[in-house]
């Protein structure tokens, strides 16, 4: 027997923002988003770094039919094709009816995540142990890269132009590295330090290797060893480290987390948990969509976005004023047309650290996707402050095709703050809004997120390329 609702209720039903758990509304996906994530997992579990995110990609594009960009060919809707800039960036797009004439769909994330770097000349030996300089790449919390085992991933180019792939310590049996930490008898000083001090810059320092180079006398015999086997296995001499980019990321595997398995924990879902939907969405297009559809996968967001693969360089630029060259218009026509999602993570709310969210302006886990207006610190600088208009347009394609979304700020005004690509792209005079995904210990080397967000900015990304 149902209760009749009251005035109040049905009321607060027709005026009152709907804040709707996705397993409310959306329970009968849970097996849809459940099988997305298993892919996402794989993917995340696979490329680490944005070279094996590119090469991922690329791979993956070409078996859907994705060619190779050539401006002097001709395209005709529904071709497919990738871009690669540098091995570090990639943009695919899926050519629509009406071309770049009245704008392309873009849909902006990143690959890169927070990791250490080595330094220009990395090797040296301490008192019989070998180790490796680093320079910590993004905004990471020191502190949490000690005692964890980290794995080798980039290149170097050797002198004779000749470059060589690395990647060492993710599969069973491989050798692991590590940041070494106090013991808690001896850290009376060092737990005095803050927290960003815990470890400093010059103490993230790698564990390498500890057995010297068999021989009567010399000094640095460990780090001989070390050269030696390396010079072994990768027929590279110390010189080449000038030449190389090597990185260190968290050797974690990803896996569900939680009893009810709803969650992911693994390194790197900044912003590869935007990046998976964007182009799964775009590969997912079989009919041509009605305007190009593209998908960015950028480089370099975790530091600023500069460099020529980072979207504050002009490549996004240049590739749609060549697909506009194809419809015999400017570039900076179809820039003016075109709308974007700038697809990346947000500050999911954790309870345990409530106090530096603002509850009614925060993004929930499992609340689904989260459309965020602007990002940025203090006044708002630093960020691209997405129109009315346009958030209005995105929210009704979002409604239509009933999308599990949420909106969500960055913690409390003067919390702190962070930025996305959106005001570059926004700069190139692009209609554009952030979305992605919740994450909770974002930044971290184990960062978690919900399956239901993920899937459903999945869902959010198709509904936009498809949109009119
Ligand atoms: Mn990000
Ligand atoms: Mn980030």
């Given at each position: 027997m149902s209760k009749e609702k009251t005035e109040a209720e049905l009321l607060k039903e027709k005026l009152c923002l709907k804040k709707d758990h996705f397993d409310e509304r959306?329970?009968?996906e849970t097996a849809k988003a459940d099988e997305f994530c298993a892919g996402y997992m794989e993917f995340l579990g696979t490329a680490k770094t944005e070279r094996e995110c590119n090469a991922y990609i690329i791979e993956k594009a070409k078996k859907n039919g994705f060619t190779a960009f050539d401006r002097t060919k001709s395209y005709k809707p529904s071709d497919k094709v990738y871009y690669d800039n540098r091995g570090k960036a990639v943009i695919l797009a899926v050519m629509g009816?009406?071309?770049?004439?009245?704008?392309a769909k873009i849909v902006a994330s990143h690959i890169d995540s927070p990791r250490l770097d080595l330094k220009p000349t990395p090797l040296y030996e301490d008192n019989e142990l070998a180790y490796f300089k680093t320079h910590y790449y993004?905004?990471?919390?020191?502190?949490?890269?000690?005692?964890i085992p980290l794995s080798l991933h980039g290149v170097l180019v050797r002198s004779d132009g000749t470059s060589i792939t690395v990647s060492l310590g993710?599969?069973?049996g491989e050798p692991k590295f590590v940041v070494t930490d106090l013991l808690p008898h001896l850290a009376k000083e060092q737990s005095k330090r803050t927290l960003s001090e815990g470890l400093k810059g010059e103490e993230l320092n790698i564990l390498i290797g500890s057995r010297p180079?068999?021989?009567d006398s010399g000094s640095e015999l460990v780090k001989l060893n070390i050269l030696k086997l390396l010079n072994e296995k990768?027929?590279?001499?110390?010189?080449d480290f000038i030449s190389a980019e090597l990185e260190l990321v968290p050797a974690f595997t990803v896996d569900s987390v939680g009893f009810d398995e709803s969650l992911i924990g693994g390194?790197?879902?900044?912003?590869r948990v935007c990046a998976y939907p964007a182009f799964e969405a775009l590969f997912s297009l079989t009919d041509a969509p009605e305007h190009t559809a593209v998908a960015v996968l950028a480089d370099k967001e975790e530091i600023g976005?500069?460099?020529?693969?980072?979207?504050?360089?002009s490549y996004l630029k240049y590739f749609i004023a060549d697909l506009a060259a194809l419809d015999n218009m400017e570039g900076r026509h179809a820039l003016s047309k075109s709308e974007c999602l700038s697809a990346d993570v947000n500050a999911g709310f954790d309870p345990t650290f409530a106090?530096?969210?603002d509850k009614n302006n925060a993004a929930f886990l499992n609340h689904g996707v989260v459309v965020t207006k602007y990002t940025g610190?203090?006044?708002?600088?630093?960020?691209?402050?997405?129109s009315a208009e346009f958030v209005g347009k995105v929210r009704k394609i979002l409604n239509d095709a009933s999308v599990c979304w949420q909106t969500g700020e960055?913690?409390?005004?003067?919390?702190g703050g962070g930025g996305t690509v959106a005001m570059y792209i926004a700069n190139l005079d692009v209609n554009v809004v952030d979305l992605g995904v919740p994450v909770l210990s974002?930044?971290?080397?184990y960062e978690i997120v919900a399956k239901a967000d993920v899937y459903s900015t999945y869902r959010a990304c198709e509904a936009f390329y498809k949109s009119i």
């Open positions: 959306f329970g009968e009816k009406k071309g770049v004439t009245e704008g993004g905004g990471l919390r020191k502190y949490q890269w000690g005692a993710e599969k069973p180079f068999k021989s990768y027929g590279i001499i110390e010189e390194y790197g879902h900044d912003d976005s500069d460099g020529n693969t980072g979207l504050n360089s106090s530096v969210h610190a203090r006044g708002k600088s630093g960020t691209s402050d997405a960055m913690g409390k005004v003067d919390e974002m930044h971290s080397p």
